[in-house]
């Protein structure tokens, strides 16, 4: 499966850990991962959940061949069901990033409470270069965390950023040597414990109340012309370049 789970010390673990392919991201993945920030936000014994890579990745973002074999085609697709289940988790989640964030490796980050990154960290979100567009609210929550030149950097350039950036813009709350970030993503996640848990949820709920309705609205907005994008054909010689190793070209393409 790829993900691992468990719950210790009252912090709810979804660890990617598929590093032979670069914790790329397939369907299955996905489903775990939903599942179990589903059981966290119910499970009363937890107080916080941790999303964390491996030691030199975090994720590259999804798996090509496993995406392009079964395209999300709708809302119930289990990327959609992830990216609801995150947005909606009514407990803090901390990230624990080393290493790579590629696409959705990044744009997750921007749902979390709390970001720790390592300072070899490199995060990128290269949609366009894909033939693709933004995902996960991304071209709603970036520009507001960055203002839109730099976002249009990230998003249209699909420039790399490094950890020190991230914190720059206030993606991120601090750089740390790789060695530390994941133990000190879980001593922050488990300072829940000493804290009154109604009250921590209520007060999550309150900080996003006045955004969540509008991140739902651009994950749905974004999903259907990514959809569309997937099928065009500048997506497939995007592709196509992605397997064949090589450039693709845009030239022919108004």
């Known amino acids: ?23 790329a991201l397939t369907r299955v993945m996905y489903q775990a991962m939903t599942d179990a920030l589903v059981a966290a936000n119910t499970d009363k014994s937890v107080r916080a959940v941790l999303i964390q890579g491996q030691p030199n990745i975090f994720t ?29 988790c009514e407990k803090p989640v901390v990230a624990a990033v080393n290493g ?5 490796g990044t744009t997750m980050l921007l749902h979390c409470d709390f970001v720790f990154v390592a300072d070899d960290a490199r995060l990128a979100m290269p949609f366009v270069a894909l033939g693709l567009v933004p995902e996960f609210a991304s071209s709603l929550v970036v520009p507001r965390l960055m203002g839109h030149v730099k976002a249009a950097e990230k998003l249209l350039l699909g420039d790399p950023f490094t950890g020190a950036e991230a914190v720059e813009c206030g993606m991120a709350n601090a750089v740390l040597p790789p060695a530390e ?15 009154a848990p109604s009250a921590v949820r209520e007060s999550k709920r309150l900080m996003r ?45 108004e």
């Not at 979804?14 to 590093?19: Q, V």
């Not at 590259?60 to 609801?84: H, K, L, T, W, Y």
């Not at 970030?181 to 300072?191: D, F, G, K, N, Y």
Request: hydrophobic residues 45%; glycine residues 4%.
């Open 100 to 104: 790579a964030a590629i696409g959705i």
């Open 181 to 195: 970030v994941v133990s000190h993503a879980r001593r922050v996640a488990e300072r829940f414990n000493n804290l």
């Open 1 to 23: 499966m790829s993900i691992k789970t468990a719950i210790v010390n009252g912090v709810a673990t979804i660890e990617i850990a598929r590093p032979e392919k670069k914790n």
């Open 60 to 88: 590259s973002g999804n798996d090509i061949e496993d995406f392009m074999g079964s395209p999300p085609r709708d809302e119930e697709a289990p990327v959609f069901q992830f990216m609801r289940a995150l947005v909606t």
């Open 209 to 253: 109340s006045h955004t969540t309705a509008q991140v739902m609205e651009t994950i749905q907005v974004e999903a259907e012309i990514f959809g569309a994008r997937l099928r065009s054909p500048e997506a497939t010689e995007a592709f196509q370049a992605f397997f064949q190793k090589r450039q693709p070209d845009f030239s022919k393409f």
